[in-house]
């Protein structure tokens, strides 16, 4: 009771001493400061009461807690006795369990030591059989037995066999150590010896008994430099058996000119299917991953006898004079030494031939060496493969066969170039043009060149020979074909100045004029001006049809190139070079559309322009400042349109026949621009009536409409000045212009200057010039 | 429409080993690969640089210098707008063949290319062979451009090919503009360059 009081009771008390202290009390002697304390300390002694009432309320409840705890107290006892002897049950388990599991580690190390005894001993007689099979082996020459003992021999545990020579039976074991590694030396030298003797002699079942027998005694390298040495052997004699025959071949036969790339192909072929047979071999004795270092010694025999070939090739052919020739005479332009072009022809055909064989037989060893790679990589770190990787570019890069044949293309393209420089100037000079023909044979004819040059260059295989034969090509169509078509539009069209005296519109002045300019031309018959203007038109066919051979040409080389490098690996390079090549001849083809533009506009101006400007000006003598009487006399006869449209038909029917579509048309949209211009510089200088201002506008409404008829293009739009002057002329009264004008506009555009409307009003006679001048336009 | 707004070739070209590929890559690749090998024909690489707002698509052809491939590269001279003239420093070799290069292409090239000589592998100053002012008397004797370059280090490898095409779009600008002087009248179509001599009106 006392107890549980307590912390009460201490509770309690604690604040009541130290809120007020009785000293400070006693100190107190201010009456309020007593009153106050006083106060606090009555309020202080009721909360105390309140507390203690409190609490002696709970005084019963506690009370009962006690006794219940009392009646426990017997049955603790005894669950304490229970827990002691838990315990030492326990602590006897365990000690038991440690001594049990001690005793399986002792006998687990013990079992481990047994097997090792074993393995020693396993170890120790194998050591022994080997070292009787070898001998046994030896002395039956059983040389795959005793490959296979020592095989043995050496797969066994180097440092078991270290462990055992401490061992007690040293010497036992020693003994035959010895012998067996004595037996070792023994066969390696013996079995090289025999693979060598049986290379030597090319004995083939030999050859591969030892070969299989090599890699057993740890000497791979070996097992394949002899075997590889073998099968060069192989290849030499059979190489140059093929050379031999080639050389002393019919020149008559169908393959002569391409022998030495039939040669060649013979060769690769051979290696190719070296590769095929013995590659199963080479895997199954001698692992994956070997096929690179086998053909790292059969490239070098590739090497030789290729370049023997090619030797032949080059003193057989004349190769490398041709090339000197040829380049001699394209430094110079004019040689006194010069090759016919067609002469090249077969040898740049071999030539392809043979370095397309090269690349196909380069892939081929790329693909082999790459997988056989891949499969001995697997497991490989990233270096590894890498170095494989970088090792297989080296020898394909490296390989004299590859250079030899860089070398050949090297002395192919300037030949290619110059055969289709000569070949395309032979077609020019050649050139003719058939009665009926919009164009002439060269332009077909350069085009076929140009397109079989690339072609064989394509043939070869090689996208850095095809990019420059490409330059090559855009280079002569650009510089030396075009040049031809050039000076051909340059000699003109000749003026028409015999036609002009028939018409009898020219005026002495301007005939004077004219055949003092075209002094030479005029000299000429008519005959040969006919032909000149032949030869003109013909050219402007000639240069539109190059054009869209140019973008033929650039399509059809694009699908075969596609065709061609799709399907080798990295090709994506090689094909962005070559369309960035192929994209230049976009170039030149719009290159000539715009020389085939000038060509137009230089026959617009020479034999359209002064013919038409005579036939608008003849306007002038028609009088437009007319009365009625006039109009419909004017009406009946037609005063001028009608024979214009006649001449116009007249004009253009000579070039309708002779130009193709695309360019008739074209030159018929400048005639139209060129009847608009003169027609309405000539408007200007005339006056009209009401009347008048209405026949104008039926006869513009005419020309419009033939015009209109004879192009596809079209030309309201060159006519909207004179069709608004027509209108303007037209008006009843001055202000009318008004309807039509700023915001009653609607849908049309004026394209006329408020002065330009001004001038016409003027032109008309009728008109004050008072009432335009106060329009407010 | 593709994204540019000029384009312009420039073919990379100079005796074998000078480091013609290894300036191509580190310029449109930021790398400097160490063992090169020989180029084999000819690489092509494309980088797009925005000088002053201006899109330049720069179309660069990387030559290979050994002989045999010279017939390949030569072919590829007459529509550069830029040659870029590398040799070494380390090499007095690479220098004195540099007359035979100027031969080709004064033969080869268009008379309007630019041309710049570079002296590369600066780095290796300790084992220089050629001095810079014989390179820039040499250059200016030729009016070319001359600038000494790093590919290893990377220096002087932007201003180059940065410095070519500025002034590249200078001679562009300039082409324009003389074009246009001569551009027709409106309404008279286009004037007649190549047929000029025998034009009668």
């Given at each position: 009771?006392?107890?549980?009081g307590?912390?009460?009771?201490?509770?309690?008390?604690?604040?009541?001493?130290?809120?007020?202290?009785?000293?400070?009390?006693?100190?107190?002697?201010?009456?309020?400061?007593?009153?106050?304390v006083?106060?606090?300390?009555?309020?202080?002694?009721?909360?105390?009461?309140?507390?203690?009432?409190?609490?002696?309320?709970?005084?019963?409840?506690?009370?009962?807690?006690?006794?219940?705890?009392?009646?426990i107290?017997?049955?603790?006892?005894?669950?304490?006795?229970?827990?002691t002897?838990?315990?030492?049950?326990?602590?006897?388990?365990?000690?038991?369990?440690?001594n049990?599991s001690?005793?399986?580690?002792q006998?687990?190390?013990?079992?481990?030591?047994?097997?090792?005894?074993?393995?020693?001993?396993?170890?120790?007689?194998?050591?022994?059989f080997?070292?009787?099979?070898?001998?046994?082996?030896?002395?039956?020459?059983?040389?795959?037995?005793?490959?296979?003992?020592?095989?043995?021999?050496?797969?066994?545990?180097?440092?078991?066999?270290?462990?055992?020579r401490?061992?007690?039976?040293?010497?036992?074991?020693?003994?035959?150590l010895?012998?067996?590694?004595?037996?070792?030396?023994?066969?390696?030298?013996?079995?090289?010896?025999?693979?060598?003797?049986?290379?030597?002699?090319?004995?083939?079942?030999?050859?591969?008994?030892?070969f299989?027998?090599?890699?057993?005694?740890?000497?791979?390298e070996?097992?394949?430099?002899?075997f590889?040495?073998?099968?060069?052997?192989?290849?030499?004699?059979?190489?140059?058996?093929?050379?031999?025959?080639?050389m002393?071949?019919?020149?008559?036969d169908?393959?002569?000119?391409?022998?030495?790339?039939?040669?060649?192909?013979?060769?690769?072929?051979?290696?190719?299917?070296i590769?095929?047979?013995?590659?199963?071999?080479?895997?199954?004795?001698?692992?994956?991953?070997?096929?690179?270092?086998?053909?790292?010694?059969?490239?070098?025999?590739?090497?030789?006898?290729?370049?023997?070939?090619?030797?032949?090739?080059?003193?057989?052919?004349?190769?490398?004079?041709?090339?000197?020739?040829?380049?001699?005479?394209?430094m110079?332009?004019?040689?006194v030494?010069k090759?016919?072009?067609?002469?090249?022809?077969?040898?740049?055909?071999?030539?392809?031939?043979?370095?397309s064989?090269?690349?196909?037989?380069?892939?081929?060893?790329?693909?082999?060496?790459?997988?056989?790679?891949?499969?001995?990589?697997?497991?490989?770190?990233?270096?590894?493969i890498?170095?494989?990787?970088?090792?297989?570019?080296?020898?394909?890069?490296?390989?004299k066969?590859?250079?030899?044949?860089?070398?050949?293309?090297?002395?192919?393209?300037?030949?290619?170039?110059?055969?289709?420089?000569?070949?395309?100037?032979?077609?020019?000079t050649m050139?003719?043009?058939?009665?009926?023909?919009?164009?002439?044979?060269?332009?077909?004819?350069?085009?076929?060149?140009?397109?079989?040059?690339?072609?064989?260059?394509?043939?070869?295989?090689?996208?850095?020979?095809?990019?420059?034969?490409?330059?090559?090509?855009?280079?002569?169509l650009?510089?030396?074909?075009?040049?031809?078509?050039?000076?051909?539009?340059?000699?003109?069209?000749?003026?028409?100045?015999?036609?002009?005296?028939?018409?009898?519109?020219?005026?002495?002045?301007?005939?004077?004029?004219?055949?003092?300019?075209?002094?030479?031309?005029?000299?000429?018959?008519?005959?040969?001006?006919?032909?000149?203007?032949?030869?003109?038109?013909?050219?402007?066919?000639?240069?539109?049809?190059?054009?869209?051979?140019?973008?033929?040409?650039?399509?059809?080389?694009?699908?075969?190139?596609?065709?061609?490098?799709?399907?080798l690996?990295?090709?994506?390079?090689?094909?962005?070079?070559?369309?960035?090549?192929?994209?230049?001849?976009?170039?030149?083809?719009?290159?000539?559309?715009?020389?085939?533009?000038?060509?137009?506009?230089?026959?617009?101006?020479?034999?359209?322009?002064?013919?038409?400007?005579?036939w608008?000006?003849?306007?002038?003598?028609?009088?437009?400042?007319?009365?009625?009487?006039?109009?419909?006399?004017?009406?009946?006869?037609?005063?001028?349109?009608?024979?214009?449209?006649?001449?116009?038909?007249?004009?253009?029917?000579?070039?309708?026949?002779?130009?193709s579509?695309i360019i008739?048309?074209?030159?018929?949209?400048?005639?139209?621009?060129?009847?608009a211009?003169?027609?309405?510089?000539?408007?200007?200088?005339?006056?009209?009536?009401?009347?008048?201002?209405?026949?104008?506008?039926?006869e513009?409404?005419?020309?419009?409409?033939?015009?209109?008829?004879?192009?596809?293009?079209?030309?309201?739009?060159?006519?909207?000045?004179?069709?608004?002057?027509?209108?303007?002329?037209?008006?009843?009264?001055?202000?009318?212009?008004l309807?039509?004008?700023?915001?009653?506009?609607?849908?049309?555009?004026?394209?006329?200057?408020?002065?330009e409307?001004?001038?016409?009003l003027?032109?008309?006679?009728?008109?004050?010039?008072?009432?335009?001048?106060r329009?407010?336009l | 429409?593709?994204?540019?707004?000029?384009?312009?070739?420039?073919?990379?070209?100079?005796?074998?080993?000078?480091?013609?590929?290894?300036?191509?890559?580190?310029?449109?690749?930021?790398?400097?690969p160490?063992?090169?090998?020989?180029?084999?024909?000819?690489?092509?690489?494309?980088?797009?640089?925005?000088?002053?707002?201006?899109?330049?698509?720069?179309?660069?052809?990387?030559?290979?210098?050994?002989?045999?491939?010279?017939?390949?590269?030569?072919s590829?001279?007459?529509?550069?707008?830029?040659?870029?003239?590398?040799?070494?420093?380390?090499?007095?070799?690479?220098?004195?063949?540099?007359?035979?290069?100027?031969?080709?292409?004064?033969?080869?090239?268009?008379?309007?290319?630019v041309?710049?000589?570079?002296?590369?592998?600066?780095?290796?100053?300790?084992?220089?062979?050629?001095?810079?002012?014989?390179?820039?008397?040499?250059?200016?004797?030729?009016?070319?451009?001359y600038?000494?370059?790093?590919?290893?280090?990377s220096?002087?490898?932007?201003?180059?090919?940065?410095?070519?095409?500025?002034?590249?779009?200078?001679?562009?600008?300039?082409?324009?503009?003389?074009?246009?002087?001569?551009?027709?009248?409106?309404?008279?179509?286009?004037?007649?360059?190549?047929?000029?001599?025998?034009?009668?009106?």
């Amino acid at each position: 009771m006392d107890e549980v009081g307590s912390p009460a009771f201490r509770r309690s008390s604690a604040p009541a001493s130290s809120s007020i202290r009785t000293e400070t009390i006693e100190s107190l002697t201010d009456l309020e400061d007593l009153e106050r304390v006083y106060a606090q300390l009555c309020a202080e002694e009721v909360e105390v009461q309140k507390e203690l009432k409190v609490l002696s309320g709970q005084q019963s409840t506690i009370e009962t807690k006690m006794l219940a705890l009392q009646r426990i107290g017997p049955n603790l006892q005894l669950i304490e006795g229970d827990a002691t002897q838990l315990s030492g049950m326990i602590n006897f388990t365990c000690s038991l369990a440690e001594n049990v599991s001690s005793k399986v580690r002792q006998l687990d190390l013990t079992k481990k030591r047994l097997y090792q005894a074993i393995q020693r001993a396993d170890d120790i007689l194998d050591l022994k059989f080997c070292t009787d099979g070898v001998q046994t082996a030896l002395r039956n020459n059983d040389y795959e037995q005793a490959a296979a003992h020592i095989h043995r021999y050496l797969s066994l545990d180097q440092s078991v066999i270290e462990l055992s020579r401490q061992g007690g039976e040293s010497t036992a074991v020693d003994a035959s150590l010895a012998l067996l590694q004595e037996a070792e030396v023994n066969l390696k030298a013996l079995v090289t010896k025999r693979l060598e003797e049986a290379v030597a002699t090319g004995d083939l079942p030999q050859v591969e008994r030892f070969f299989k027998i090599l890699p057993l005694l740890g000497l791979h390298e070996q097992g394949l430099a002899q075997f590889a040495k073998y099968l060069c052997s192989q290849l030499a004699s059979k190489a140059e058996e093929n050379l031999l025959l080639a050389m002393g071949s019919d020149l008559s036969d169908r393959r002569a000119p391409l022998i030495f790339a039939d040669t060649l192909t013979l060769l690769l072929e051979g290696i190719a299917r070296i590769i095929e047979t013995h590659q199963p071999i080479v895997e199954t004795y001698y692992g994956p991953g070997r096929l690179y270092t086998l053909l790292t010694h059969l490239q070098k025999e590739c090497d030789a006898q290729a370049q023997k070939v090619v030797e032949k090739f080059i003193q057989q052919r004349d190769y490398c004079n041709k090339f000197q020739v040829v380049q001699s005479s394209m430094m110079r332009g004019v040689s006194v030494e010069k090759i016919e072009p067609r002469e090249l022809d077969p040898v740049l055909c071999e030539v392809t031939l043979m370095n397309s064989r090269a690349e196909l037989y380069l892939r081929f060893l790329k693909r082999r060496i790459s997988a056989d790679f891949e499969v001995a990589d697997a497991t490989a770190t990233d270096s590894v493969i890498q170095e494989h990787q970088q090792c297989l570019e080296r020898l394909l890069k490296d390989c004299k066969l590859s250079c030899t044949i860089q070398e050949l293309i090297g002395y192919y393209i300037p030949m290619e170039e110059y055969y289709m420089r000569e070949t395309v100037n032979k077609a020019v000079t050649m050139d003719t043009a058939e009665v009926g023909q919009l164009s002439s044979s060269m332009v077909d004819d350069v085009f076929y060149i140009v397109k079989k040059c690339i072609s064989r260059a394509l043939t070869s295989g090689n996208s850095d020979c095809v990019c420059a034969m490409i330059n090559h090509a855009i280079s002569v169509l650009e510089t030396d074909f075009r040049e031809v078509l050039v000076t051909k539009l340059r000699a003109g069209y000749p003026a028409s100045t015999l036609q002009d005296l028939h018409r009898g519109v020219t005026s002495a002045v301007s005939l004077m004029q004219s055949s003092l300019q075209q002094g030479k031309i005029q000299s000429l018959g008519i005959e040969s001006q006919e032909q000149a203007k032949t030869a003109y038109l013909v050219t402007l066919n000639n240069v539109q049809v190059c054009s869209e051979n140019i973008s033929t040409l650039k399509k059809n080389l694009e699908s075969d190139c596609a065709k061609l490098f799709s399907q080798l690996a990295g090709s994506e390079h090689a094909q962005a070079k070559i369309d960035s090549c192929l994209s230049d001849l976009v170039n030149t083809s719009s290159k000539l559309k715009d020389l085939l533009q000038e060509g137009l506009q230089e026959l617009s101006n020479t034999a359209i322009k002064p013919q038409v400007k005579p036939w608008i000006s003849s306007f002038l003598s028609i009088a437009h400042n007319i009365e009625e009487e006039e109009f419909s006399e004017y009406e009946v006869n037609d005063p001028w349109v009608q024979q214009l449209v006649v001449q116009l038909e007249q004009l253009m029917a000579e070039f309708k026949a002779a130009l193709s579509p695309i360019i008739y048309d074209t030159l018929t949209s400048l005639m139209t621009s060129l009847v608009a211009m003169e027609l309405e510089k000539t408007i200007f200088k005339c006056t009209f009536s009401r009347l008048g201002g209405l026949q104008f506008d039926k006869e513009l409404r005419s020309l419009v409409a033939y015009l209109s008829s004879v192009t596809s293009w079209t030309i309201r739009d060159k006519f909207a000045r004179l069709t608004q002057i027509a209108t303007i002329l037209n008006l009843e009264r001055v202000s009318e212009i008004l309807d039509y004008w700023g915001p009653n506009s609607g849908p049309l555009t004026w394209r006329l200057t408020p002065a330009e409307v001004r001038q016409v009003l003027a032109l008309r006679v009728d008109f004050r010039s008072e009432d335009i001048k106060r329009l407010r336009l | 429409m593709e994204d540019y707004d000029y384009l312009f070739k420039i073919v990379l070209i100079g005796n074998a080993g000078v480091g013609k590929t290894c300036l191509v890559r580190r310029f449109t690749q930021g790398l400097f690969p160490p063992g090169q090998g020989a180029t084999i024909g000819v690489d092509f690489m494309i980088k797009t640089v925005e000088i002053k707002g201006v899109k330049v698509k720069l179309q660069i052809w990387d030559t290979a210098g050994q002989e045999r491939f010279r017939s390949i590269t030569q072919s590829y001279y007459r529509s550069a707008n830029a040659l870029i003239l590398t040799y070494d420093i380390t090499c007095e070799d690479s220098f004195r063949c540099l007359p035979e290069w100027l031969r080709e292409i004064e033969q080869y090239a268009n008379n309007q290319v630019v041309t710049i000589l570079v002296g590369n592998k600066i780095d290796l100053a300790e084992k220089r062979e050629v001095h810079r002012q014989r390179a820039e008397e040499f250059a200016e004797a030729h009016s070319m451009l001359y600038l000494e370059t790093s590919a290893k280090e990377s220096d002087n490898v932007e201003k180059l090919f940065l410095d070519l095409a500025c002034v590249l779009i200078r001679e562009a600008k300039q082409n324009t503009l003389d074009n246009n002087e001569s551009a027709p009248m409106p309404g008279e179509g286009k004037n007649i360059n190549y047929l000029s001599c025998c034009n009668i009106n």
